[in-house]
T-cell receptor
Framework: DAGVIQSPRHEVTEMGQEVTLRCKPI?????LFWYRQTMMRGLELLIYFNNNVPIDDSGMPEDRFSAKMPNASFSTLKIQPSEPRDSAVYFC???????????FGSGTRLTVV | GQQLNQSPQSMFIQEGEDVSMNCTSS?????WLWYKQDPGEGPVLLIALYKAGELTSNGRLTAQFGITRKDSFLNISASIPSDVGIYFCAGHFQGAQKLVFGQGTRLTINP
């Protein structure tokens, strides 16, 4: 298995633009998580899905952020409109059952200028 | 609220030295996990602990799930340059589904 695949690896965009981050979880995993990592706040859970259904989005910072999981092999995190304070590394992770260790992707480094 | 504290925040050691880091929580954990993050990559699972008192090794790494279920430690023996990185503890609070991460311990090794 290729692991959790995220794209793009790097994204530089101008303030106000829409940004879409993509994730392909490991086949067979039933949980998918979106995390954001910054120096100040560390790893923050934004939202997670179980069997493609959003379970907890309480970590989503505001309405500008949205996430979807249309099927078991694909998820997106969208920011519209983007702001400089959204600059961070965004990780997607998946797991089989929620009590096991998560497998993380390599992340998307987002820079909003 | 529920808090997870990891210490130390950073460590500067000589190659060959042993390393110890720990995490404490304000509430009981059902699982403790230890991850390592290399620059430009996502965290990678090193060791998973599921029972109070459990002691698990993975090569030069050893981790334990505290008997009180509120703490865990990770030891690295005979450190080598590739051990450099950020180490995170993580776990599930009792009754919670979300995995909570510590702030991380940044390990730097002088050759």
């Amino acid at each position: 298995d290729a692991g959790v695949i995220q794209s793009p690896r790097h994204e530089v965009t101008e303030m106000g633009q829409e940004v879409t981050l993509r994730c392909k979880p490991i086949s067979g995993h039933d949980y998918l998580f979106w995390y954001r990592q910054t120096m100040m706040r560390g790893l923050e859970l934004l939202i997670y899905f179980n069997n493609n259904v959003p379970i907890d989005d309480s970590g989503m910072p505001e309405d500008r952020f949205s996430a979807k999981m249309p099927n078991a092999s694909f998820s997106t995190l969208k920011i519209q409109p983007s702001e400089p304070r959204d600059s961070a590394v965004y990780f997607c992770a998946s797991s089989f059952r929620d009590r096991n260790g998560y497998t993380f992707g390599s992340g998307t480094r987002l820079t909003v200028v | 609220g529920q808090q997870l504290n990891q210490s130390p925040q950073s460590m500067f050691i000589q190659e060959g030295e042993d390393v110890s880091m720990n995490c404490t929580s304000s509430s009981i954990f059902n699982t403790w996990l230890w991850y390592k993050q290399d620059p430009g990559e996502g965290p990678v699972l090193l060791i998973a602990l599921y029972k109070a008192g459990e002691l698990t090794s993975n090569g030069r790494l050893t981790a334990q799930f505290g008997i009180t279920r509120k703490d865990s430690f990770l030891n690295i023996s005979a450190s080598i340059p590739s051990d450099v990185g950020i180490y995170f503890c993580a776990g599930h609070f009792q009754g919670a589904q979300k995995l909570v991460f510590g702030q991380g311990t940044r390990l730097t090794i002088n050759p």
